[in-house]
């Protein structure tokens, strides 16, 4: 680790007198500081990842560029990374790309949408929730037969869309349906299940969330 990031220094012309201090002082900040002698191809993948980090670092740019900075990485491994990501954002310009919507909700003080190559939404993440405010968002998990569920949905006209969940339980099926915020389906929703005698297992409300902005604004812009 050490002898790459000296080799980083001397590629970024970092001057020869300070480049031993610069490389002790970016390894204690990305935290390899304990793996300094060990070969890079036997470290673990977070630490592999911290010493990318360390690399982009060097010679103090003012922007760093990270492209999914926790794939790959352990629940632990995110949480660090994610502190680490925090911390450098004081003293650094940090361009974070992901479609991670928890990462970017956790990280991001501003947000920009690309969808088909193209700019669609530059805001805060509170100023783009706010996009999709009077709509309401109800979750909710059916058991029974898939395509009476979805035909029950699909063809009433209070639901202005609807998001299958990828993932279900054995004979149920997940779904967050949308509707206006002043017009309240649970009810609805109810008697409609009783009389086709799918038990509703789960009920509730959903509040947006980016990934609901995401969906919301590329689905209106064409493909994803």
Do not use: W
Not at 5 to 15: G, I, M, S
Not at 79 to 94: A, P, Q, V
Not at 141 to 163: C, L, Q, R, Y
């Amino acid at each position: 680790v050490r002898e790459y990031l000296q080799f980083v220094a001397e590629l970024k012309k970092v001057p020869r007198n300070d480049r031993a201090e610069k490389v002790n002082l970016i390894m204690k900040k990305t935290k390899v500081d304990d793996m300094s002698e060990r070969l890079i191809r036997y470290l673990s993948k977070g630490y592999k990842q911290r010493v990318g980090l360390a690399a982009a670092m060097m010679g103090e740019p003012d922007i760093l560029i990270l492209d999914e900075p926790t794939v790959g990485l352990d629940p632990n491994q995110i949480i660090e990374m994610r502190e680490l990501i925090r911390e450098l954002s004081k003293n650094h310009t940090i361009l974070l790309s992901s479609h991670i919507m928890q990462e970017i909700s956790a990280v991001c003080d501003e947000i920009i949408i690309i969808n088909n190559g193209k700019m669609i939404a530059k805001d805060t993440p509170d100023n783009l929730i706010n996009m999709i405010k009077g709509t309401s968002a109800i979750h909710m998990v059916v058991k029974g037969d898939e395509d009476i569920i979805k035909e029950t949905v699909e063809n009433m006209p209070d639901i202005e869309k609807i998001s299958y969940d990828s993932e279900s339980e054995e004979n149920t099926l997940g779904m967050t349906l949308y509707s206006s915020e002043d017009n309240d389906i649970r009810e609805t929703l109810f008697y409609a299940f009783a009389d086709k005698r799918c038990p509703i297992l789960e009920l509730h409300r959903s509040d947006n969330s980016l990934e609901d902005v995401f969906l919301e604004i590329t689905q209106e812009g064409g493909a994803q």
